[in-house]
């Protein structure tokens, strides 16, 4: 499609995506907001409809029909329930079964929000696709590819959950809150405009588990049954019973509803003999871990061993590692050992400040 | 450019039914009791009723669940099985559906590929048990003209009621009652929302005191506006209809236009797209200041699939690449024009 300036902003209702449409009108680009309609858990829609903190309820459609009015820009509310349903929530669910621990905002991302809502787009004439990430996407005229810098705003840098964008995806692709210098800068444009936005706290949560109370969202909406099972130790004795694999993640210590003398974490999830496998503290944490359905951004593909910099889930730190092409996985070994390595999170790659590519945790 | 081409929606409301509404309330309260007996008489009159048939209801949908509820309610000694086609508006199908909570069954009566009931299914499905049909006039997506005369004597002798929707049909034909009840609703005509009403061939228990006597004398002079006009105004619409469903069958690209009959609602256009689907070519329309609908949007603007056309046997992707027109009285030739023109220019891509 040819390059124009017509754009269609992912309309949240919350602070960001507000200040992202704004800032884009003022640009002067040709901006539409969308409200995405996203699944919902029946049993939950009462929830949903009262609270106001997530993405997805009717009251944040609302809240992003009222602040497109104010800054000027049509808005739509647009169904994408079933592609949500199909490529976050069944992937959430399965998941949690096959003892992993999901993502369920990559996904969203890479499924939802830059393919479906992307093509919709394009069926309304945008040649752009905008959200309020806090990242930097840009044109790399030396190597000829669209890459992605990290936030100014150190705290609230989103690129984690960009990794697997390709190049044809980043292309069309506007982040305008990349530049911002921290959330309080964009508040503080939101107050400009509409007191009662710049005043919504942040969410967090899966926005579609509203009480956040995964477990339960689980049995509501899978079939599958979570069954009792043992406690092992490092050494493969029983040494107390669990309540189903899907309550418990890499690293876990409260919770685990056993007390054992001394801290106990959960140190592997066993789904062939549903088992949680227990250890002390010294045993959650690995040096190596293998990714798999990896995706590159600052080049095509990974030809030799790398030096650089990763992180195994949103909120920890980056360790320096090295990564390793194997056919197609990669191997990480870790300049030190990192704590809680969880298969099904992703491990995420750094040059420096910008985005190198990543990949999803594979178990074992 | 404004054009609006959403009127089986809602319909602007006319001066005169302004400056009627206005002209009541200008009265003290104790002089407005009056205007509801007249308005009552006259729609009673207007659409060919007896005396003390007409009642009024706070819109279509109230006026479908009073009707409904009061066959249930007079017929629950007969049986449990209630008929409803299978492209009644969500008024009627919710209020049958929250009687299965209580051991009713709903079964509902197929439409064939053309959107019109099935008689002769329809025939076998009635069984001594049943205590209600529920058979819309026009149907409000595709705009197809239902039997309901066939319907009415097939069950007249078994001493069935039929309960018909007429919501979309009122001051759109020459409508005369048929079946035991009938709703309308005047929002449809360019009367006020907030007021419908209910045809009844026996009298309702119901009190009449909080109706809004401004609003159900706008309805009677929106009424009586419309029957004044209809043959102009039909003639007016179908030709703008045809006009319209014209000039899109010779875009450049397929459009597929549903079947309509010269007896169909004359303002209904639903058609389907192929290469676009209903949401994108809604919003772009709408940016170039034209709004029509798509599906059954609800109060969040999130679209379903319209169950009208899934009854119709229509796959779920053609469902979702279909949208509809409706033509309104104040809907001109230029309207039609502009619009086609856009949707020209849409479809080609540009």
Redesign the interface.
Known sequence: MEKNNRVVVGMSGGVDSTVAAYKLKEMGYDV?GV?M?LWQDEEMEDAHFERDGGCCS?SS??DA?RVCEQIGI?F????F?DVFKETVVDYFIDAYFKGETPNPCIACNKYVKFEALLE?AH???AYYVATGHYAKIKYASEIDRYVVEKSDADEKDQTYALYNLTQNQLKHILMPLGDFKSKEDVRKVAAGFDTAMSRKSDSQEICFVPDQDYVGFLKRNSDKTIAKGSFLDVEGKVIGEHQGIVNYTIGQRKGLGVTFGKPMYVIDIDTSNNAIVLGDNSDVFKSTLMAKDVNFILMSSLEEPMHCTAKVRYSAKEAPCTIYPEGDVVRVEFDHPQRAITPGQAIVFYKENYLLGGGTIKRG | MKIYLDHAATTPVSKEVVQAIYDVYQKPVHERTGYLEKATRGIEKLIGAENESVYFASGGTEANALAIQMHIENNKHRGKRILISSIEHASVMNTCRAYEKEGYEIVEMPVCSDGVLDIELAKELVTADTILVCLMYYNNEVGTRQPIETLFEYLKPLGIPLHVDAIQALGKTDLKPIGNTMSFSAHKLNGPKGIGAIYSDKPINRCDCSINEALAYGFYVALNRAIQNLDANVTHMQMLKAKLIDALLNLSVQIDVIRTKAYDHPGIVNVHVPSLDGDALVIRLSMAGICISSGSACSSGAISVSHVLKAMGMDMAKAKRSVRFSIGIETTDADIAYVVMVLDKITKGL
């Open positions: 539409i409200n309609r009717l459609a609302e029909r049509p739509y509310a647009l169904d329930k919709k069926a309304l004439g």
